[in-house]
């Protein structure tokens, strides 16, 4: 081969990555290099897999985690800047990734099955949002979490909706005016990550975790998701009496029929899911 024959590009790597362990899904974010920022591309790869996993039965819970010392940095500002140039100077592009990032987020939200975050570094802006929009997370007790776009003169205002349903008011605030990172252990005390672990074990932690909740009626955790966050949306009577709908729908369901069998005959339950 002479030294000018053009050499094949290398390969590139997946930027999402997808492993089954049992009945458990796990989804990693794959651009290190990038500090796992959520590109077009990384956000349609995630939100293809929400869609793949919403109907499949093999799998009952999912795990969200991410490669390198990044969780995740949120947005590719390179990405975005780039598209300034735009006849718009990129108004119409900066819209559509704005939208196509909330509704990921919100197919989380939406999936019928639990989602459990392992966080091992920082999670900031739209990574703290991703953080913040899993059902469960579990963090390293390396990881931080923070909304700084105001330090970029760009408020943190889609992260702000994840954040502003996890913890208090005055914290929320705290985090999106002054940018600054909270600690894992902080994070935990303030409701956005549920435990906190030695470094290099929150994956096997988050999985952990997920296969907790895959061993329950698949049939009953969709059902619940679903009314847990309604009812969070509702007024205090016009909740309960949802709520007072989703458990007669519930009772009338076969494994709960088979899990109160169950419990007064003190047996295992035999799930069928329905």
Not at 234 to 245: H, S, V
Not at 255 to 261: H, L, S, T
Request: hydrophobic residues 45%.
């Amino acid at each position: 081969m002479s030294a000018q024959t053009a050499r094949a590009p290398a390969p590139q790597s997946p930027i999402l990555l997808r492993e089954n362990v049992g009945s458990i899904a796990v989804l990693t974010l794959n651009r290190p290099a990038a500090r796992n920022s959520l590109s077009e591309g990384l956000i349609a790869e995630l939100h293809a897999a929400l869609t793949a996993i919403h109907d499949d039965k093999n799998v009952r819970a999912l795990v969200i985690a991410a490669n390198g010392p990044a969780f995740s940095a949120g947005h590719d500002m390179k990405e975005l800047t780039a598209r300034r140039s735009d006849a718009d100077r990129g108004r119409a592009y900066f819209a559509q990734i704005m939208n196509a990032c909330s509704a990921m987020m919100q197919a989380i939200v939406q999936l019928p099955k639990p989602v459990v975050a392992a966080v091992q570094g920082v999670a900031t802006a739209a990574g703290c949002q991703l953080v913040a929009s899993c059902d469960l997370a579990v963090a390293s007790e390396a990881a931080s979490f923070a909304t700084p776009g105001v330090d970029i003169g760009l408020f943190c205002s889609t992260p702000m909706v994840a954040l502003s349903r996890n913890v208090p008011r005055k914290q929320a605030m705290e985090m999106l005016l002054t940018g600054e990172p909270v600690d894992a252990t902080t994070a935990q005390s303030l409701g956005l990550v549920n435990r906190v672990v030695p470094p290099g074990t929150e994956r096997d932690a988050a999985i952990a975790l997920a296969q907790k909740v895959a061993l329950k009626s698949a049939y009953t955790i969709k059902l619940g998701k679903q009314a847990f966050y309604r009812q969070a949306e509702m007024n205090l009577a016009d909740a309960y009496r949802y709520a007072a709908e989703v458990m007669t729908e519930n009772m009338m369901a076969r494994d709960a029929e088979e899990g109160i069998g169950a419990f007064i005959e003190k047996r295992e339950p035999k799930w069928q899911d329905k």
